[in-house]
């Protein structure tokens, strides 16, 4: 993803400390430091005059709670959020590249769909209770990804099991053929800043 600013030598000579950059968000990682930066960064893109903010996602996953901040932020968001997948976007970052009002994906990016993980460990009870929540977490993302590719909500459910629950790859021709990409490529946000003088007046 390439931003391009285009700025008139008269706003740069005088005027360049009010200028803000458009912001392009990137995730690499899915922890809770991850989404304190997701969210400084969307807020700061909402303060420069851009119209879309662009996500870009380069990741094999992390942690789904930290999924869940980053994807109640982008819920929240008031300016559509275009997400773009420029070599992998797996697990939580699938799930995330999801959220897209459009989804860009580069011909050599790969996605990766598979089941949320339980890790509890411990006493039986607390094993049972783990699996109970990963279970509840794994319905709701695979809902909330049917929902944003504008599929029924068993959509990938279905899949996954006939898959076995294996872990489900899909280079941008599968990621496209089930609409979890709406365009191929790596799209550009260009912004140009000028000053017009016009002079005006009449004849008496």
Not at 24 to 36: P, Q, S, T, W
Request: with cysteine.
């Amino acid at each position: 993803m390439k931003k391009y600013l285009t700025v008139d030598p008269n706003i740069i000579a005088k005027h360049s400390e009010l200028i803000d950059e458009p912001v392009v968000v990137r995730v690499n990682k899915f922890n809770e430091e991850g989404a304190k930066e997701f969210a400084e960064a969307l807020e700061k893109a909402h303060g420069t005059g851009q119209p879309v903010i662009p996500v870009v996602i380069d990741s094999y996953g992390g942690q789904v709670y930290s999924l869940l901040d980053m994807v109640s932020q982008i819920q929240n968001c008031k300016l559509p959020v275009v997400t773009i997948c420029e070599g992998k976007a797996m697990s939580c970052g699938a799930v995330l590249f999801s959220m897209g009002e459009q989804r860009w994906i580069s011909k050599t990016a790969t996605i990766m769909i598979h089941d949320v993980s339980s890790m509890e460990w411990g006493k039986v009870e607390e094993v049972k209770a783990g699996a109970h929540e990963a279970d509840r977490l794994n319905q709701f993302i695979y809902k909330l990804m049917a929902k944003n590719c504008k599929q029924d909500e068993d959509y990938f459910l279905k899949i996954i099991h006939q898959k076995s629950h294996a872990e489900w790859y899909l280079p941008y021709t599968v990621a496209r053929k089930h609409n979890f990409a709406t365009h191929t490529g790596v799209p550009s946000l260009s912004t140009e800043i000028k000053v017009e003088y016009t002079f005006t007046g009449w004849d008496e």
